[in-house]
Nanobody, 115 residues
Framework: QVQLVESGGGLVQPGGSLRLSCEAS????????MAWYRQAPGQQRELVAS???????AYVDSVKGRFTISRDNTRNTVYLQMNSLKPEDTAVYFC?????????WGQGTQVTVSS
């Protein structure tokens, strides 16, 4: 059974930084594509960043140049480094594993950007 556990969210001032982590278990992590999504109140969940098993990355336009997704296959962990945070980045951030048997999600971690 695949489990994803996120950590690293919190309250940060505009312009600040946070690093989210997502540790996976129950799957051959290195073979799976991983992604971070976010969902703000009253809005649909949106894809923020993704990284393939081959380490190719992609980002939504609104975070390009500010966010960096990476993975450490020795730790079964994917990261999202978020810099120059803006109030509009406020949302619950979810880790996603896209595997052969389907998509798996973490429980989410709250990121709040406010002064």
């Amino acid at each position: 059974q695949v489990q994803l556990v996120e950590s690293g969210g919190g309250l940060v001032q505009p312009g600040g930084s946070l690093r989210l982590s997502c540790e996976a278990s129950g799957s051959i992590f290195s073979r799976n594509d991983m992604a971070w999504y976010r969902q703000a109140p009253g809005q649909q969940r949106e894809l923020v960043a993704s990284i393939t098993s081959g380490r190719s990355t992609a980002y939504v336009d609104s975070v390009k140049g500010r966010f960096t997704i990476s993975r450490d296959n020795t730790r079964n962990t994917v990261y999202l480094q978020m810099n120059s945070l803006k109030p509009e980045d406020t949302a619950v951030y979810f880790c996603n594993l896209h595997g052969i048997s389907g998509d798996y999600w973490g429980q989410g971690t709250q990121v709040t950007v406010s002064s």
